[in-house]
């Protein structure tokens, strides 16, 4: 097991590395001057040079990647202009909001960590769980009333679910808060009511499409000779369903959830901007727009980090899901 995980991590650290060498040359190499984009119309000539050397690009392309690679790892001076000395991990200076980017990670990324990982518990406990009692009650209202949610729930929009969610619970029957975040260890009822709607509308569609993957993979599941001698053998249905069938169902729900909280947790933007709440996709979706590149970078790595982990704790889940994986 401890050779698997040494090559899993191996091979991630190496994705990492290609993805912040493609991220930077994408942003820092291109014929454009990405500081004209960043500073405001009214810069002079002296303010933008100033600026460029700020941020170190008159030096060489690979002495800027190894500044700013040593700046996440231990730290760097960032000069008095852009507020001195820069804890690690520093992700550059934004000109456009004045700041460290890594203050305003630290503000947001929080924000899409409490959307995200409660929806995601929340779309695998209601999805796999319908799939699997559609699949043991095939042909029953229960299974078509299965089938019903999972196809309304493929076939509605995230922004459309989120603006009935907002019209019916806030402004009509007035039961919840307009969305906003509060800070899970200030006020757990507040955090809770300002982003349950968010939980929803994620888990809905969502659990939608883990019900449908979970009800085929079930079905063929229960059809393999290996239930079949466990049946015949006499083992409790709880056991050959929970212990035998759903083992070898679950596979490729786990690939899917990885990917999918993997990407979500790098920003859900439409969910953000839905509800109106300030995480880390509405960041990305902002630096963007002023041309933030510093905030642009730092977005994309981090979106990058949480993929490239989401695949490395799959993997793991597989492994110890199927032990045949770590023969691999």
């Not at 820069?86 to 990670?105: F, H, K, M, Q, R």
Request: hydrophobic letters at 50%.
């Amino acid at each position: 097991m401890s050779r698997f995980l040494i090559k899993r991590l191996f091979s991630a650290t190496l994705t990492l590395f290609a993805v912040s060498v493609l991220t930077f040359l994408m942003f820092f190499a291109l014929p454009r001057d990405p500081v004209t984009g960043m500073c405001p119309k009214n810069c002079n000539p002296e303010r933008l040079e100033r600026v460029r050397d700020d941020l170190g690009l008159n030096d060489p392309l690979i002495s800027q990647y190894a500044g700013y690679m040593k700046g996440i790892v231990t730290g760097r001076d960032l000069g008095s202009a852009q507020g001195g000395r820069c804890d690690a991990p520093c992700l550059g200076w934004s000109y456009v909001s004045n700041e460290a980017v890594s203050d305003t990670i630290s503000r947001v990324l929080p924000v899409t960590l409490s959307i995200v990982i409660p929806a995601a518990i929340l779309w695998l406990l209601l999805g796999v769980g319908l799939g699997m009692v559609s699949a043991l009650r095939r042909g029953t209202w229960v299974d078509r009333a299965a089938i019903g949610f999972s196809l309304t729930g493929a076939s509605l929009q995230l922004y459309f679910v989120g603006a009935v969610l907002l019209l019916v619970f806030v402004y009509n029957l007035r039961l919840l808060p307009v969305p906003s975040y509060t800070s899970l260890f200030d006020n757990p009822l507040k955090w809770a009511s300002g982003l349950v709607l968010a939980w929803v509308a994620l888990a809905f569609l969502f659990s939608a499409i883990y019900a449908r993957l979970s009800r085929a993979q079930m079905l063929e599941t229960l059809s393999e000779d290996f239930v079949r001698t466990a049946r015949a053998k006499g083992l409790a249905k709880p056991k050959v369903y929970g212990r035998h069938a759903l083992r070898a169902a679950i596979t490729p729900v786990v690939t899917i959830a990885g990917l999918d909280v993997g990407g979500a947790l790098g920003g859900t933007v439409i969910t953000e901007t839905t509800f109106g709440i300030q995480g880390l996709g509405r960041t990305a979706v902002d630096a963007v727009r002023s041309g933030d590149l510093p905030t642009i970078m730092a977005t994309v790595l981090i979106a990058a980090v949480f993929v490239v982990l989401a695949n490395v704790l799959v993997d793991l889940l597989y492994a110890a899901i199927d032990p045949r994986v770590r023969l691999r």
